[in-house]
């Protein structure tokens, strides 16, 4: 719902809710009406037990990402825990913890690093100014070899596509890489505020800045692996036809970011 239509895409845009549209938007059920899932509501609402009712607030309790919004996260204290809160992003300071203890470690679920104002978490799970790696792409034989700005907390030494099966040292949250993916984000993010609350992070009628932000996300998430490729994938990558990235497999994203960059 609230989705740009037209009669000719009915079936094709209009996929949920009474599948109508109506002065050029997809209509959605209205509050109160009864719905199976959240697609199925009006702009600014999410289907709370069958029922279509308002997004709720920063602060509010939470059981499941929708009932959110487009602002925040329903963000979880644990990980048998039942209820969250509605957390705005970008919304918490430095040395707050986002990261949950499961067996014994901090995990940091997904997307919660950007509930820190800074849209980075330090390995102990807290909000964080970041780091930044000296020896980013340099060969390595072992994390002690990828010094960072924290002697304490080196960058990873990791496994390359190499022929040679080469090892280097990944970046760091203050990264160039890293950096631009946060500051297409950003972009993305706040161009794309008044979707719907089931769109998740898809295109919501930014396409350009959507695939700026994927291709940044897997340039720096797959750092190392996609570092000098052998020929044997550049020949891959020459024989797939791709016009846009496929929204389910990760590998489309990479053949498409390494067929823009070349």
């Known amino acids: 719902p609230g989705q740009r239509c037209n009669s000719e895409d009915l079936a ?16 959605g059920f209205a509050f109160s009406e009864s719905c199976e899932r959240s697609a199925d509501c009006g702009y600014g609402m999410y289907c709370d037990r069958g029922i279509c009712t308002y997004t709720l607030r920063n602060g509010d309790p939470c059981a499941k990402q929708e009932a959110c919004g487009r602002a925040a996260i329903c963000q979880f204290k644990s990980i048998t825990a039942k209820v969250g809160v509605c957390t705005n992003f970008f919304s918490m300071d430095e040395f707050e913890t986002v990261g949950i203890q499961v067996n014994g470690q901090i995990v940091v679920p997904e997307n919660y690093e950007k509930l820190c ?23 390595c ?12 907390f080196p960058a990873q030494c990791k496994c390359s596509h ?3 099966g080469s090892t ?4 760091l949250d203050l990264d160039d890489d890293k950096e631009t ?13 008044d979707c719907h609350t089931a769109a998740g992070w898809t295109e919501c009628e930014s396409d350009d800045k959507w695939r700026l932000w994927k291709c940044a996300h897997i340039r720096s998430k797959y750092f190392v692996e996609l570092r000098n490729p052998p020929d044997c994938l550049r020949n891959m990558l020459s024989l797939i036809h791709i016009s846009e990235p496929t929204r389910l497999l990760s590998i489309s994203y990479a053949v498409f970011c390494l067929k823009k960059k070349k």
């Open 162 to 164: 190499t022929s040679s």
């Open 168 to 171: 280097f040292c990944d970046i």
């Open 12 to 27: 094709k845009i209009c996929a949920f809710g009474p599948k109508k549209c109506e002065a050029g938007r997809c209509l």
């Open 181 to 193: 993916e946060r500051q297409f984000f950003t972009e993305y993010y706040q161009n794309t505020m």
């Open 141 to 152: 034989k072992s994390n002690t070899d990828c010094n960072s700005t924290d002697p304490e």
């Open 117 to 139: 104002r800074s849209g980075i978490v330090d390995p102990q799970g807290r909000c964080s100014r970041g780091m930044k790696s000296h020896n980013a792409g340099e060969a």
